[in-house]
């Protein structure tokens, strides 16, 4: 049995006429998908063999797509509803105000040092928000010759592969998120943050809307910056939440893509955090990718509690 075949068990999706194959690159995580073109009019074959395995393997790769802002937006809406680029974005590429540039060249201005990408830390995507994103699309456009790689980690094997008693404890825990504001003092960036503050409660581990999988869902990127679990002391929260980050970032749940012009990452940002590797920005190269992202629920957790807003509005698509 090739590894193809065991990947691309299909579903429904097997009588008909997707093409797509799917070709997994680690035990936990992250799958490639060849045999499509992401620049054409898919079928609902194929968007239901894409979300099939991405909801399987967490984050899905294509490569070497020809595809520009308004395709990569089309492509997003046959998963759900487009959001804004990003809650602090005030200057999205013209016309496309869904895009969210992960570039470079603007990181000297906002942040006052040479940066390849917006967040160097292990994080899953703005989930200061009450609704995070469901999914994010990222598309990479201009890369270093080398370095510049991210990685994601499958939050539900994180979850799952912990002892009991502690999945007993931690489901009933809820983690504060808010941005961690890094941005340079005075930038436009900075300001944002400061007027606009988003916090959110979320349970530590929530269910999966789509395939009721529980999931470990705390990162350094969100939580570290008040490091606070509901009703525990500040110095209790934070050994708890040192030790979740490193369960949740354990190697043998990641899986590192390395970036060619034209790639195009997918990932369930129910399920996953992701870390972008800063190891180019010291040598001076540019790195510029695109991403988009599908709105989200409010999370709940395993005994039906929802996230808690503290500050801000939720964010919603269209
Ligand atoms: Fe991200």
């Not at 299909?10 to 680690?26: C, D, F, G, K, M």
């Not at 999931?215 to 002391?233: D, E, H, I, Q």
Request: aromatic share 10%; glycine share 6%; charged share 25%.
């Amino acid at each position: 049995m090739t590894v193809e075949s065991v990947a691309a068990v299909p579903t429904e999706n097997s009588s008909s006429a997707s093409t797509i194959v799917v070709s997994p690159l680690s035990g936990y995580t992250g799958a490639e998908i060849s045999g499509v073109d992401l620049s054409e009019n898919l079928s609902d074959e194929d968007v239901a063999a894409i979300r099939q395995a991405l909801l399987e393997w967490k984050v899905v790769f294509f490569r070497d797509q020809t595809i520009g802002h308004a395709e990569q937006i089309a492509f997003a809406r046959r998963f759900g509803r487009v959001t804004p680029a990003h809650p602090y974005e005030d200057n999205p590429p013209e016309g496309f105000p869904e895009i969210f540039p992960i570039d470079s060249r603007r990181y000297n201005q906002q942040y006052g040092r040479k940066r390849t990408s917006y967040d160097s830390s292990w994080h899953t995507d703005v989930t200061a928000l009450i609704n995070p994103p469901s999914f994010s699309i990222l598309r990479a456009d201009i890369l270093p010759p080398f370095g510049g790689d991210t990685t994601w980690t499958n939050l539900v094997a994180a979850y799952q592969n912990l002892p009991s008693e502690l999945r007993d404890f931690v489901d009933r825990l809820d983690a504060e998120h808010t941005f961690e504001n890094r941005a340079a003092q005075g930038s436009s960036r900075a300001a944002a943050f400061e007027n606009k503050p988003l916090r959110t409660f979320h349970p530590v581990v929530r269910v999966h809307p789509e395939t009721g999988e529980r999931a470990l869902f705390v990162s350094p990127g969100f939580t570290r910056r008040t490091k606070n679990l509901r009703n525990l002391t500040p110095r209790l929260s934070s050994h708890i939440l040192e030790a979740l980050w490193e369960e949740a970032t354990r190697t043998e749940y990641t899986v590192r893509f390395r970036w060619q012009p034209g790639s195009v990452a997918f990932w369930d940002n129910r399920a996953t955090a992701h870390l972008a590797i800063a190891d180019a920005g010291h040598l001076g190269y540019d790195r510029v990718l695109y991403r988009v992202t599908i709105e989200g629920d409010i999370p709940e957790g395993v005994d039906g509690r929802r996230s808690e807003s503290l500050e801000g509005d939720p964010f919603y698509g269209s």
